[in-house]
């Protein structure tokens, strides 16, 4: 005899199927279904990301297979996943650098992408420049956090790092959430007048 669901259980089925973390945690207890959508929902991404690597459309093609191959049948013994696309990505890279790491980002199959929205190519200037960028970027960070009092740099770390809600930190460190709503204007108000 079937039991029927109710609305709201119907609902968190529903749920559970539209968020990664829900996929994960049903294809763990063996629902094929659960596996078959993480692989339509991240297969161009996957895809894209591999042909960027190695330059090769089959290898690629394999590589994602058998990662979800291997999900499948290793899927008891798995752990819970909190970002699941970032899981897959590091599968995929693993999977492929296995097989010959010297591969990665030298292939000379630039053909694959002719015609591609999704190709770029990685010149060693672009590497250099951004790494300059980004450099210039951290010391006016870096500048900017040390006129911070201790509370400041706690409470913009405690946001923008950890990706706390005003409540968490309140929690954190036992104020009102009133208060540190207070807090990071303030901070964030000082921290635009100082911005260079």
């Known amino acids: 005899m079937k039991r029927k669901l109710s609305i709201k259980q119907k609902r968190s089925r529903k749920f559970q199927f539209e968020n990664d973390q829900g996929l994960w945690r049903i294809l763990r207890n063996g629902n094929p279904v659960a596996l078959n959508r993480l692989f339509i929902k991240y297969y161009s991404d996957l895809y894209f990301y591999g042909l960027k690597l190695v330059g090769n459309n089959n290898r690629v093609s394999d590589a994602i297979q058998d990662v979800f191959a291997n999900i499948w049948e290793t899927r008891k013994g798995t752990s819970e996943v909190n970002h699941v696309k970032a899981y897959l990505f590091v599968a995929l890279r693993n999977n492929l650098l296995r097989v010959n790491p010297k591969d990665i980002l030298n292939s000379n199959d630039y053909d694959v992408c002719q015609n591609s ?78 911005k260079p």
């Open 117 to 194: 929205d999704f190709c770029f190519d990685i010149s060693p200037e672009d590497i250099y420049i951004d790494n300059e960028l980004k450099l210039g970027k951290i010391r006016i960070i870096e500048e900017l956090l040390s006129g911070l009092s201790p509370k400041q740099r706690e409470i913009i770390y405690l946001k923008f790092y950890s990706n706390y809600s005003n409540i968490e930190i309140s929690s954190i460190l036992s104020i009102k959430p009133q208060s540190v709503a207070n807090l990071l204007t303030r901070t964030i108000n000082k921290l635009r007048k100082k």
